[in-house]
């Protein structure tokens, strides 16, 4: 119960931020330029900045095994998205087929997940986070992109020539093999760096949000992919967890349950909007994914956390 109180008001927190982004950028203090500037120092200072903190500790043999452990749930998790998205999200219902699978297989994990599971589980979940993450950009810059691209105009090299991945390449190495920690001064500025995550974010989402009318919400091209998104995926993935006997695979186990449950279980990835807007796609049906997911996260994410508690206990 305290875990969903939290995460709920951590979730209404981010949309507050997000909030005040949309309202900036309709009093025409941010346009999309602003917000494209914004994107890039996110994705190229503040995520690889992130990274870098949630490995920077002492290192633990037990907490490397939780780190492994992580990152194969996190595989697992992104494979069984891809394919359940494929089934269930068909070019004959939806004539936006790729940028819909995209907004269902692929969570806001990025923005969202380490506030909310700093709040709920501490910095030893943030450091088991930073291994879904680092999974999901590396699906994302293969399979997303690929996605929306096609075949033809996919790049193996923008799988790994992104500060996502790079940023959990190199805290990885740093922390498994050279168990190295960055001197005070170092650490203290990743750290502050970090720290504009969650406000930028937010900030920068709502800017893209702020042009999205209600209306354009509810319709079908909509509420599916967003319903796999914010329900049917986790769920079914908190249902495989359990099958595993995640729990009893190590002394975190319920925490490695929760962390990867709940970067599943965030709303569409910004990525559905910033990513689909760089190729010249429409990224007003990606945005209009990302708010209502956001909006029914508010219900969906501590129902479920609640849900994986109590199974769990």
Not at 94 to 112: D, E, H, K, L, P
Not at 175 to 199: C, E, G, K, M
Request: glycine content about 6%.
């Amino acid at each position: 119960m305290i875990a969903a109180v939290l995460t709920l008001h951590q979730i209404l927190l981010m949309l507050t931020l997000l909030s005040v982004g949309a309202i900036c950028a309709r009093l025409g203090w941010f346009d999309e330029q602003i917000a494209q500037a914004l994107s890039k120092f996110l994705l190229w200072f503040v995520t690889p900045a992130l990274l870098l903190d949630a490995f920077n500790q002492p290192f633990r043999t037990d907490m490397a095994y939780g780190l492994l452990l992580s990152g194969m749930l996190a595989v697992l998790f992104h494979i069984m998205a891809a394919i359940l998205a494929q089934l269930l999200i068909r070019p004959r219902h939806f004539t936006q087929c790729a940028i819909a699978r995209m907004g269902a297989v692929y969570s806001n994990c990025g923005f969202m997940a380490f506030p909310l599971i700093s709040a709920v589980l501490g910095t030893d979940g943030v450091f088991y986070g930073s291994a879904f993450v680092g999974v999901f950009n590396l699906f994302l810059w293969t399979h997303g992109r690929r996605l929306l691209v096609g075949r033809e105009r996919f790049h193996l090299k923008n799988a790994v020539c992104n500060a996502g991945v790079l940023g959990t390449l190199v805290g990885a190495v740093l922390y498994l093999f050279f168990h190295f920690q960055f001197p005070s001064l170092a650490s203290d500025f990743i750290s502050t760096l970090a720290s504009l995550n969650t406000p930028l974010a937010m900030l920068l989402i709502g800017i893209f949000l702020s042009q999205c009318q209600l209306k354009d919400l509810l319709c079908r091209n909509v509420i599916l992919p967003v319903l796999l998104r914010v329900s049917v995926l986790p769920l079914t993935f908190l249902f495989l967890l359990l099958c595993l006997h995640v729990p009893a695979w190590h002394s975190a186990g319920p925490t490695l349950l929760m962390v990867t449950l709940l970067c599943a279980s965030c709303p569409a990835a910004a990525s559905t909007v910033l990513m689909t807007s760089s190729l010249g796609m429409d990224s007003s049906y990606g945005a209009r994914l990302v708010l209502m997911s956001s909006l029914l996260s508010v219900l969906t994410i501590p129902g479920i956390s609640l849900l994986a508690s109590w199974l769990i206990q």
